[in-house]
T-cell receptor, first 113, second 114 residues
């Protein structure tokens, strides 16, 4: 069983919809949680970063971390066709492993006009 | 400022050969991590380098190796290539590994093993 589980989708939504992306994990040592977005033929780019439990908002994006349930979410409001990409959750325990990220499988999102 | 660059962008090799991939981090970044991305396994951590020393290693066989130079540039090498090594190899750089710093990814090297 993988340390980080993420539904690969694909997920298809109409423009303007609220999108919910989720990951579960098994390693309780994870302290830092990230969401990356990857467009086709590009490397991943960081969208959101959260330390420990809590919520964080940045424009149309909201990241939530619930360490007690080992569950993290990314919400996208008013989704746009330009949001069509693969979304990857990633996490690390920090300490001597800041540079070692464990990723979910990635969810392919398509927002159609 | 320039992003992470990886060369070559595309590579075709045959089984049994070896390959070397190169990564130039963002100027001022001293930590470099490598990842393998495949449709079946997703993104998997290979190794991390800082100050020319390997800090962390993922669960890959010894055929996968890497190094970092004094200017923070890094290379990874795969010997005795297998069909299953076909993947996108991504390099990421960050300022330093002693606290959380964003990892910036390059565009990757697409390796095809025939």
């Amino acid at each position: 069983q993988k340390e980080v589980e993420q539904d690969p989708g694909p997920l298809s939504v109409p423009e303007g919809a609220i999108v919910s992306l989720n990951c579960t994990y098994s390693n309780s040592a994870f302290q830092y949680f990230m969401w990356y977005r990857q467009y086709s033929r590009k490397g991943p780019e960081l969208l959101m970063y959260t330390y420990s439990s809590g919520n964080k908002e940045d424009g149309r994006f909201t990241a939530q971390v619930d360490k007690s349930s080992k569950y993290i979410s990314l919400f996208i409001r008013d989704s746009q066709p330009s949001d069509s990409a693969t979304y990857l959750c990633a996490m690390t325990p920090g300490g001597t492993s800041y540079g070692k990220l464990t990723f979910g499988q990635g969810t392919i999102l398509t927002v159609h006009p | 400022k320039a992003g992470v660059t990886q060369t070559p962008r595309y590579l075709i090799k045959t089984r049994g050969q070896q390959v070397t991939l190169s990564c130039s981090p963002i100027s001022g970044h001293r930590s470099v991590s490598w990842y393998q991305q495949t449709p079946g396994q997703g993104l998997q951590f290979l190794f991390e380098y800082f100050s020319e020393t390997q800090r962390n290693k993922g669960n890959f066989p010894g055929r996968f190796s890497g190094r970092q130079f004094s200017n923070s540039r890094s290379e990874m090498n795969v010997s005795t290539l297998e069909l299953g090594d076909s993947a996108l190899y991504l390099c990421a750089s960050s300022l330093a590994p002693n606290s959380y710093n964003e990892q910036f990814f390059g565009p990757g090297t697409r390796l095809t093993v025939l």
